[in-house]
């Protein structure tokens, strides 16, 4: 493998604490790979769920408490 598709592999990856990503507008944990927001390209949001952002977008006008 070399570097820049190393590079483009470890973007793809998410940093979170114990395994669990907590999308920054709801709250909502994301455990499994359809929680996760999705970019424009397909690509997974670490930062957003994918009640919240959607295609490069945050969808939520306003987020939803209790998940």
């Known amino acids: 493998m070399n570097k ?3 590079d483009i592999e470890q973007k793809k990856m998410c940093d979170c604490q114990g395994g ?4 920054q507008a709801c709250g909502m944990l994301m455990k499994k ?3 996760f ?4 390209d397909g ?3 670490c930062d957003y769920c994918i009640h919240c952002y959607q295609n490069g977008m945050l969808i939520q ?3 939803k408490a209790g998940w």
């Open 20 to 23: 669990e990503c907590k999308c």
């Open 33 to 35: 790979e359809g929680d």
């Open 37 to 40: 927001g999705t970019e424009e």
């Open 4 to 6: 820049e598709h190393q």
């Open 61 to 63: 006008d306003e987020p």
């Open 43 to 45: 690509g997974k949001n």
